[in-house]
């Protein structure tokens, strides 16, 4: 059996590495070769689910591989590094699903000046229509605000949203002092 603190090194470190992961999939595989299962997260939900939840389920199969096999050894390393994957799915889906894109009916909104920022970033993502020339990959780490604007804006590559809804987001992004704070 593995040790607490040298387990809680391993949960924090897997945890940490799959913002890396997050970031090389959301970049270079979801807006790559696998686009025709992430499209259909730009564009308006039908019904509870759409294909984009699919990559939930990819990452919960290492993470419960890790977890059983880790189990059976004696909680080693294993198990502590598919907790810490857990733990990740678990931040995003609460970031990602309920915070930003609401999910679940909620009328909070963030008010600390980290989390204004990440729902920000990931709604810039949002505001081009093509898998290329978007900008924040990253789910919870992203630039500042003014920075992604500028790249957003001098890449052109993306289509950006017309609607009302994104037309105001990116309105809140003209007032980036305050939803940096």
Avoid: C
């Avoid at 470190?13 to 270079?28: Q, S």
């Avoid at 299962?37 to 990452?59: C, T």
């Amino acid at each position: 059996m593995m040790q607490f603190w040298p387990g809680i090194a391993y949960f924090l470190g897997a945890l940490a590495f799959m913002e890396g992961v997050a970031y090389v999939g959301h970049r270079w595989v979801m807006h790559g070769f696998m686009w025709n299962l992430h499209k259909s997260h730009h564009e308006p939900r039908q019904g509870r689910f759409e294909k984009n939840d699919w990559f939930a389920v990819m990452g919960a199969v290492p993470a419960i591989a890790l977890i059983v096999w880790g189990s059976l050894n004696g909680f080693n390393a294993a198990w502590w590094i598919g907790m810490g994957i857990t733990g990740y799915g678990a931040i995003y889906a609460g970031f990602h699903d309920i915070i930003v894109h609401r999910r679940l009916a909620h009328s909070w909104n963030p008010q600390g000046r980290y989390l204004k920022r990440i729902v920000q970033a990931h709604r810039l993502h949002h505001v081009v229509e093509t898998r290329d020339g978007t900008v924040s990959f990253g789910f919870l780490w992203a630039p500042p605000i003014r920075e992604l604007k500028a790249k957003l804006e001098a890449d052109g590559r993306g289509r950006i949203r017309a609607s009302a809804k994104m037309k105001a987001e990116m309105g809140m992004v003209e007032n980036a002092e305050h939803w940096a704070r």
